[in-house]
């Protein structure tokens, strides 16, 4: 039997359930570092669990903007993940990110506009040519058709893709995508770029094109974030470093100031995360077969 309408409007009325949107209530200060200087990148309190394994476990970062960032650690220390999620790809368990002052959750729009990515294992529109592929991403990101040529044309251009413009990108070699994938991230001319592992697979001359580019964009005021675990490399291109391990920052800052003493970036690095340096040691059966 029904309950009576008398009662029914005796009952406490319940608040209907309204989920409060991610970030909303991390109080939004300025992004300036505590000397005035301006922040591209604010992480707070940012986590991420697979199941029993936790990727990144409550990591706080400020990234200076105008510098070549690099972001280091050994393989499985979540660099991947904490670029993932900083970037919007991935939702984090918790925390919060701001990209030049624009939360990564609650503002979308403001922050894509804003960034340019290539992550690993970039999946393009393959059907395409290299032309066809910018020529869309351009028109997605709403820029004008001729502006969107004009800008395509000199990105080939310099990253040697050219004579390829018209190649489908199937057809590209892994050199070809990184330069393709990094063209498409830079046309709409962000504030922040965030490359994983961009040098990967790369020949010496496509890298030292692609590594030209970047120290351009960063020259006109841009920020760029890569992640590495090739400490030579940083060391030769970044002046603002971030080393991860199991899922923390164990160390961040200029890269003269994470180097320390020690004599190059690789032995910092291999000190902070605790390398096993016992090398070969125990395999006495490796003995070029006799």
Known sequence: MSEPREEREKRPRLEPYRPVPYGKAVEEGPDTTGDGQPVAVRVRGLWKRFGEQTAVAGIDLELPAGRFIGLVGPNGAGKTTTLSMVTGLLRPDDGIVRIVGHDVWTDPVGVK????????????????????????????????????????????????????QHKLVVDYSTG?????????????????????????????????????????????????????????????????????AAGRIVAHGPLAEVRGDAPSLQDAF???VGADRRGGQGLDWLSGGK
């Open 270 to 272: 291999l000190s902070l």
């Open 113 to 164: 506009s804003r960034i340019g990515v290539l992550p690993e294992g970039l999946r393009l529109f393959e059907r395409l040519s290299g032309r066809e592929l910018l020529a869309y991403t351009g028109r997605l990101r709403g820029l004008p058709g001729e502006e969107v040529d004009k800008r395509a044309g000199q990105l080939l251009d310099v990253l040697d893709l050219s004579a390829s």
């Open 176 to 244: 070809m995508r990184k330069k393709i994938g990094l063209a498409a991230a830079l046309l709409h001319n962000p504030e922040v770029l965030f490359l994983d592992e961009p040098f990967e697979g790369v020949d010496p001359v496509s890298a030292q094109v692609i590594r030209g580019v970047l120290e351009r964009f960063t020259e006109s005021g841009g920020t760029v974030v890569f992640s590495s675990h090739v400490m030579e490399l940083v060391e030769s291109l970044c002046d603002w470093v971030a080393v991860m």
